[in-house]
């Protein structure tokens, strides 16, 4: 989930850009406002007389936080006082609201915890321009030079008289610059003098969220409105050829049974009538051919010998120095395999949408969605109008991880398709079996890791190989071109922070016809298990202490020692025993640091892992909203910790073998563990925490694990019963 | 399939007369019936906990709740668990920064009503054994933390 290419362009591109002031708002959606003369209206601020000022958010809020964190960004630099801030999401232009650090293909998303710190600078500078032009403005009606004005939240202020004009007085006879106001990052506030960055603002969705009167998609009520679920296929790809009613034709509420292209629709006039007749239904599937006889198992052993057949030659994404020839000279070799399997976002509200296709052929949209623009764009390929005809509403989101971010929005389609034949409101609902059986998984991998060291027990060399298929390429085709089928997905994580004179990583491409997806952490979870798991693997054969093994290969980090440090220090890792069963992990990410250690207890009987409690410190630079960082590590943390001990789609003759959470466990309250984390205060620019914060967790449990019991866990998730040393 | 019927219901104290199938599960006729949307569905197979609701003071998932049964009890949702959002649990729940994505978090306080009426100084542990339901975010630290808040101030 994290576009992690050319960071060092990202950035250089970003400071060399002039935000535009742009007026008045284009697009379309929940944000739109007609200009209005009273009314100080930018594409991120407006301000009504009465001194209310509303921040558009561009990211989408799916538990994360940025629906609070960007504004407060934005609110920082224009000096609003918070209590007058209103927040609403942006309408979907990518014109104007694309994230900066998706530069490459320019489209809205909210994804590979990018939204702080890709904003970041852009809502400074907007903030800092919006409340330069009231500035401008109050001058011209105090009769002053602008010199002579300074801000109090939410007021232009004149010392030497002692005269305050409210920002919504000013609001009302602002005037526009013709060219947005020359300012730049060196102008802006240091990060001594902030007011609202980094001192922890209460979340504004928050408290919807504890009285029911939060609105996700799955609330809107429109009159007349049917209810609909959807069948698909149970092997990917298959087309519905023949539909046999007879067992829902005694369903009074049952209102049509819709043909889609890719599915089967039931239409009815409340939604447990339409979730009876998806019991019953019978529907004839298209033969797919090879993809029926898929076997998830057979796969991941596929991935492994994959990875581990050096005959064949990867992707190069990182190579320093001569690997190859670093293990002909070496002294000491260590080598490994490892391997993980399909995970299923499980974001709790199923996906669902509602839309209504109105006579003139216009749609309006209710959904919650990681990338709007793309929603716009294939809503209105699906019904054949222009995208301007399609109005999206955009909601709060039960989770997403990953999954409601897909390019084809096929939860949103359906109900556009079905609302435009029945010419009704419609909600469409996915059952829990629906949207499980047709999820798009976390790929599988598989990984083979070799290492070398010299005479002097030096590491010389690291080789790693991970073989996977790529998510991006289903999941987001329009990105996947315009980065050059780059592995955005499978490889993040796959680049080694430590210092090692020959070094190689490898991406060998696998083509395997499952419908796969990003997933929270997704490329990096897998990638930092095992080489997070395998640098252990050294440790513990070398009888080094695994900390200062890693602290000795990151000498030209400070950064990178401070974090491991605090770990240390957090998790008392210098007053441990040697057989106390603790393991570390350490992960670099985008320029975000995290370590983390965790302490684990084995059931004698069942063999079952039980995490008694995880110590994590992380370092993403200024933390915008540091409790809410804690927040999504321990999040994050929760949800990696279910990954690796609970969850695992398997996949036979093509279909997928799970349905629901009685089959498909997550982790609950009881199997959490106690957590402590410590958020660094640095003063960097912010980097990414939400998708990627939980990496080192699963590293962090295989290693105690195997100083527990001297066995190294190869799989994810843990089998602990059939582990075996890689 | 049977034919529908009218049932009553009384639901945050109000009376309520609606018509379904009798065994159209209660959390579809609060949601698209009464417009008590923070009943949530998330499994419709008493797995996720998100429809949790009290039924005659005691928790129960509304997804298994057939309406025809629904007049023997009171039924207390999300929304009538107080006026202004100011019900003790709803206080903690904020102070202690609980929901992310928030879709769990209806079903979750009633949950945790259900053991505070039972229970008025629960441990860690009795909580994470009471609280059964799924938070996909993993927000279950702060439950923890709001529940013991929540306990305090209901005592106090």
Redesign the interface.
């Known amino acids: 989930m994290t576009d992690s290419l050319n960071r060092r362009e990202f950035m250089f591109g970003t400071l060399g850009l002039t935000f535009g002031f742009t007026l008045p708002l284009a697009g379309c959606g929940r944000g739109s406002r007609g200009p209005d003369k009273s009314t100080f209206v930018t594409s991120w601020v407006n301000i009504d007389p009465a001194g209310s000022i509303v921040i558009l958010t561009p990211a989408a809020e799916m538990g994360q936080g940025s629906m609070t964190a960007l504004p407060i960004i934005c609110a920082e630099e224009l000096d609003a006082e918070w209590d007058d801030v209103r927040i609403e999401f942006s309408p979907a232009d990518d014109g104007l609201y694309a994230n900066p650090l998706s530069w490459i293909h320019a489209v809205m998303l909210t994804l590979g915890s990018a939204s702080v710190a890709g904003y970041f600078d852009q809502l400074r500078l907007y903030g800092a321009q919006a409340r330069r032009v009231l500035m401008e403005s109050a001058a011209e009606r105090l009769r002053v030079p602008l010199a002579e004005l300074s801000t109090e939240p939410s007021y232009v202020v004149h010392l030497a008289t002692a005269r305050r004009l409210s920002y919504g007085e000013i609001a009302s006879f602002t005037k526009y610059p013709t060219a947005s106001p020359q300012i730049t990052l060196d102008d802006l506030k240091h990060a001594s003098q902030f007011r609202l960055i980094g001192h922890d603002v209460p979340r504004r969705d928050i408290p919807g969220k504890v009285d029911g009167s939060a609105e996700f998609s799955i609330d809107t009520q429109l009159p007349e409105m049917l209810y609909a679920t959807v069948i698909r296929p149970p092997t990917q790809g298959a087309l519905p050829i023949e539909v046999d009613e007879t067992a829902v034709q005694d369903n009074p509420d049952l209102v049509d049974v819709v043909t889609l292209p890719d599915a089967v629709a039931l239409v009815a006039r409340n939604y447990p009538a339409a979730l009876v007749a998806e019991r019953t239904l019978n529907v004839r599937w298209s033969d797919i051919g090879a993809v029926a006889k898929f076997d998830s198992d057979q796969s991941v052993e596929d991935h492994i010998h994959i990875a581990q057949d050096l005959r064949a030659t990867g992707q190069v994404i990182q190579s320093t120095g001569n690997v190859d020839k670093a293990f002909e000279g070496s002294s000491k070799n260590f080598e490994a395999t490892f391997c993980s399997d399909m995970v299923y976002h499980a974001h709790l509200e199923p996906l669902n949408s509602v839309s209504w296709v109105k006579e003139d052929g216009s749609v309006e949209i209710w959904a919650g969605t990681q990338a709007p623009t793309h929603l716009v764009r294939s809503v209105a390929g699906a019904l054949g109008i222009e995208t301007d005809n399609v109005v999206l509403h955009r909601t709060l989101l039960g989770g997403a991880f990953g999954r409601r971010g897909a390019q084809d929005h096929d939860w949103v389609v359906d109900s556009a398709l079905l609302s435009k034949r029945l010419e009704r409101p419609i909600k469409v609902i996915w059952s829990r079996e629906a949207d499980l059986r047709y999820g798009r998984f976390k790929p599988i991998t598989g990984h083979y890791l070799r290492a070398a060291e010299d005479t002097s027990g030096r590491l010389t060399s690291w080789h790693h190989r991970v073989a996977s298929d790529e998510a991006l390429e289903q999941s987001d085709p329009y990105r996947y071109e315009k980065t050059n089928h780059w592995p955005v997905i499978a490889t993040v994580g796959l680049a080694t922070p430590y210092t090692i004179p020959n070094i190689k990583t490898e991406f060998l491409r696998t083509y395997t016809g499952m419908r796969i997806s990003p997933l929270r952490g997704v490329g990096a979870t897998a990638n930092t298990f095992a080489s997070e798991s395998f640098m252990d693997e050294i440790a513990q054969i070398n009888g080094v202490d695994p900390i200062e093994l890693r602290l000795g290969l990151l000498k030209g980090s400070s950064a990178a020692q401070d974090v491991i440090q605090a770990a240390a220090e957090l998790a008392g890792w210098h007053q441990r025993k040697s057989a106390d069963p603790l393991g570390f992990a350490y992960a670099e990410l985008d320029g975000t640091l995290f370590a983390t250690v965790a302490e684990i207890t084995v059931d004698s009987k069942s063999e079952d892992i039980q995490v008694t409690q995880v110590w994590a410190v992380v370092d993403a630079g200024i933390p915008v909203q540091p409790n809410n960082i804690a927040a999504q590590f321990e999040g994050a943390i929760i949800f990696a910790l279910s990954n690796i001990l609970k969850e695992r789609i398997t996949v036979k003759d093509g279909a997928v073998q799970q349905s629901n959470f009685h089959d498909y466990s997550v982790l609950r309250m009881q199997q959490a563990p106690r957590i402590q984390t410590r958020v660094i205060r640095n003063t960097r620019k912010p980097t990414g925490v939400g998708d990627t914060v939980g990496v080192s967790v699963a590293p962090a449990v295989a290693n105690a694990y195997r100083v527990l019991t001297g066995r190294r866990l190869s799989a994810l998730p843990f089998r602990t019963k059939a582990a075996t040393v890689g | ?1 049977t ?1 529908p019927s009218k049932f009553q219901m009384t639901v945050n104290g109000q009376r309520h007369t609606v018509e ?2 009798p065994d ?2 209660v959390l ?1 006729v609060l ?2 019936q009464l ?11 008493a ?2 906990g ?1 429809c949790t609701i009290l039924f005659g003071g005691q928790r129960m998932f509304a997804c298994q709740l057939p309406v025809s049964v629904a007049a023997r009890n009171e039924i207390l ?3 009538g ?2 006026d202004s ?1 100011d019900h003790p ?2 206080r903690a ?2 102070a202690e ?10 079903g979750m ?1 009633m949950s945790a009503l259900d053991l505070l009426q039972k229970n008025d100084r629960p441990t860690a542990d009795e ?3 009471h ?14 933390r709001a529940i013991q808040r929540a306990a305090e101030e209901m005592r106090a």
């Open positions: 399939m034919s379904a199938r159209t599960p579809w949601r698209d417009q008590l949307t923070g009943t949530k569905y998330g499994c419709g197979i797995q996720c998100a949702t999300i929304e668990l107080s959002a649990l709803q729940w904020i920064q609980v929901p992310q994505c928030g879709y769990c978090q209806s306080i909580i994470a054994s609280m059964n339901n799924i938070c996909r975010c993993g927000t279950y630290p702060r439950i923890v």
